[in-house]
């Protein structure tokens, strides 16, 4: 089994400031994938990385690949009230006879506080 | 294309009562996967599809639970004499292969 462990699991900022959140596993993952979810409603992707130290950015968040594909990270700067909402990170793995699975951490709540 | 359909969008039913969702995968997409997903946790895997084909179900799938995807389209899944610890948020997504997966906004099950 594919275990993804998110740090912090709750975080609550002033809107300005800058955070970290980090998403980590013993495993290794064909890709990883950043969702945010808010209540009631299902994840919505943020952003994919396939390879080993990648880093793409998406206006304010800037999301790494670690380089053995096993861990990530995702860096908000400035953060607004408009990015409060529960984040998750997915792991994408082969389970064996042509079936892939994503795994997810149990995720970062985060709350920007105005 | 609008995107991944779950229906309902909530279910409350009585303890012991079967109940059948459904969700409609964004077109094209081989891959689909059902998900249960309780509040403070992130979602937990239970079964996957590449187009009609059952490839993957977790153990966390009790023989009360069944999913089917006829002709590699829709998908329904079934819970059979509901128990209160089947409240939760099922989740479906769709992907084509090898990529990102994409979510539908759930049916929130209510068991009382």
């Known amino acids: 089994t594919q275990l993804l462990e998110q740090s912090p699991q709750f975080l609550s900022i002033q809107e300005g400031e800058n955070l970290t959140v980090y998403c980590n596993s013993s495993s290794v993952f064909s890709s990883l994938q950043w969702y945010r979810q808010e209540p009631g409603e299902g994840p919505v992707l943020l952003v994919t990385?396939?390879?080993?130290?990648e880093v793409k950015k998406l206006k304010r968040l800037t999301f790494q690949f670690g380089d053995a594909r096993k861990d990530s990270s995702l860096h908000i700067t400035a953060a607004q009230p408009g990015d409060t909402g529960l984040y998750l990170c997915?792991?994408?793995?082969?389970?064996?006879?042509?079936?892939?699975?994503?795994?997810f951490g149990k995720g970062t709540k985060l709350s920007v506080i105005p | 294309d609008t995107g991944v359909s779950q229906n309902p969008r909530h279910k409350i039913t009585k303890r012991g009562q079967n109940v059948t969702f459904r969700c409609d995968p964004i077109?094209?997409?081989?891959?689909l996967y059902w998900y249960r997903q309780t509040l403070g946790q992130g979602p937990e895997f239970l079964t996957y599809?590449?187009?009609?084909?059952?490839?993957?179900k977790s153990r966390l799938l009790s023989d009360r639970f069944s999913a089917e995807r006829p002709k590699g389209s829709f998908s329904t899944l079934e819970i059979q004499r509901t128990e209160q610890g089947d409240s939760a948020m099922y989740l479906c997504?769709?992907?084509?292969?090898?990529?990102?997966?994409?979510f539908g906004q759930g049916t929130r099950l209510t068991v009382v």
């Open positions: 997504a769709s992907s084509p292969v090898y990529t990102e997966a994409f």
């Open positions: 599809f590449q187009n009609e084909a059952q490839l993957e």
């Open positions: 997915a792991g994408e793995g082969y389970t064996g006879a042509g079936s892939y699975q994503l795994t």
């Open positions: 077109s094209e997409h081989n891959r």
């Open positions: 990385v396939v390879t080993g130290g």
